[in-house]
């Protein structure tokens, strides 16, 4: 088929339509009007990240969008992310001096230019030819933060090299063999990452059902790419990727179902990056991560690709705040779409917060130079929302700029004696029927205040 809108038109006379109707929409239907219409000419001409999205669309063959834009089962938790920062509202401040807006971050003594990081997406070159090198230099360029995954594309060394100056992270999957898990860890190490963030939410595999039935209905001849000599190197056996070569993969697997908490003493026992734990949602987990001697945690559900919850990752990082008491940093990812969506997860106590999809657009649309602008747009985004709010310095965002409307809307309709409550909860008092994790931490606390930890 020569374009998209001849694809389009072979989908819309398929029966696949009368049997899977969400189909068709996980291609064809972008975030808004605007996003729909765009078409770019360049990475500068987008105005929001939903630019790149439709952009994307436009460029990406079927199976490839559709390996990027999949949830799982259902896809309520993929929806619930981005969602779930329209919970909290902004509470703006004036007169206060914002001529001076300080974004820059530190985590485990390095320093970044944003707290907004660039989380593992795996198979980059399937989006872009450059892949994973065009996200290491656009990284570089704006002196943000990157962690390359475990499925990387591109050999690690040489996005180390693209990154430069130790802003590289690794991504872990656990596989089931650990000769081969240490020497993933390794190779890590020797290419320069001082940490590794150990992925732990998927020990049992996914229903991924829209990058299936996408990959159903591309008719390219995809194994002359999926081969291990192919020009995407990403098949979907492990053994091809170049983390894995030279390595022994007879039944190796990319996680295991076997793993408990001691895991986290075998990493550290043989490596010595540092070691944050990517996937947790609960506060019992994050003691549990503290107890254990992980060095930080990725408030995650994989891009609503893990566990089918319907619970978006910003109702989760309250909680697991709480439950890490400020020993250890968090950081969330999750449907990160606007800078007021870093904002609100900085002011809930995240000390960095990652974007997946929207640089993956920006790559797939333009290569570097997208990645590049998706981080500007968001970085700006950003700043206005600090300039708004009166918090000159990520270590002045604190809890109080945030209005929860679930819980201002539960207080409306109680009484408290004779009186409406009419105002915000009272500092730390949950709202009547929350569940554990959704209580706002006190108005005005610096709520773990994770912005530099030099662990």
């Known amino acids: 088929m020569s374009d998209r809108r001849e694809f389009l038109k072979f989908l819309a006379g398929s029966p696949l339509l009368l049997a899977f109707p969400t189909l068709l929409e996980a291609f064809t239907q972008a975030p808004n009007t605007q996003a729909a219409a765009a078409v770019l000419a360049s990475a500068a001409d987008a105005l929001d990240v939903f630019d ?21 089962d259902g896809e309520e938790t993929l929806r619930a992310n981005p969602r779930g920062f329209d919970r909290y509202q902004l509470r703006v401040r004036r007169f206060v001096d914002v001529s001076r807006i300080d974004m820059g971050m530190e985590l485990f003594g390095q320093k970044f230019t944003s707290p907004i990081m660039l989380c593992p997406v795996g198979s980059q070159r399937a989006f872009h030819a450059e892949g994973e090198l065009a996200v290491a230099r656009a990284a570089q360029a704006r002196g943000q933060l990157q962690i390359l995954s ?4 591109t050999p690690i060394e040489d996005v180390a090299r693209a990154r430069g100056a130790g802003g590289l992270w690794y991504q872990l999957y656990t596989t089931n063999n650990w000769d081969v898990t240490t020497k993933l860890l390794k190779r890590a190490e020797a290419a320069g990452c001082p940490v590794v963030a150990v992925t732990v939410d998927l020990p049992a595999g996914r229903n991924t059902e829209t990058d299936l039935r996408m990959a159903r209905v591309d008719t390219r001849a995809c194994a002359s790419c ?33 793993l408990t908490w001691d895991f986290v003493k075998r990493v550290k026992d043989v490596t010595k990056m540092k070691v944050l734990i990517k996937g947790l949602e609960s506060g019992d987990d994050a003691a549990l991560a503290v107890s254990s ?10 891009g609503g690709r893990a566990t089918e919850t319907g619970r978006p990752t910003i109702d989760a990082l309250p909680e697991v705040v709480q439950g890490a008491g400020g020993r250890l940093p968090v950081l969330l990812d999750g449907g990160v779409r606007r800078g007021t969506d870093v904002f609100k ?26 990645v590049e602008r998706v981080l500007q747009i968001l ?34 309709r109680q009484r408290e004696g004779d009186d409406l409550v009419v105002g915000d909860v009272r500092p730390g008092q949950p709202a009547a029927g929350a569940h554990h ?19």
């Open 293 to 302: 001697g992980a060095d930080g945690i990725i408030v995650s559900n994989h």
């Open 226 to 258: 999926h081969g291990g000599s192919g020009p995407a190197a990403d098949g979907r056996t492990v053994g091809v990727k170049p983390m894995f070569k030279g390595l022994d993969m007879k039944d190796v697997t990319l996680t295991s179902a076997t």
């Open 150 to 153: 475990t499925q990387s594309s």
């Open 379 to 412: 970085n700006t985004e950003l700043q206005l929302a600090m300039v708004g709010c009166g918090t000159p310095a990520l270590k002045d965002i604190t809890a109080k700029p945030l209005i929860d409307t679930r819980r201002s809307a539960s207080f409306l």
């Open 437 to 455: 994790g959704d209580e706002l931490p006190p108005i005005g606390a610096h709520v773990g205040d994770g912005r530099r930890f030099n662990r």
């Open 345 to 370: 997860a900085l002011a809930l106590g995240a000390a960095a917060v990652g974007i997946g999809r929207p640089y993956i657009w920006g790559l797939s649309s333009f290569g570097q130079a997208g």
């Open 52 to 72: 790149f999205e439709a952009m994307a669309r436009r460029v990406l063959p079927p199976a490839h969008w559709g390996y990027m834009a999949t949830g799982v």
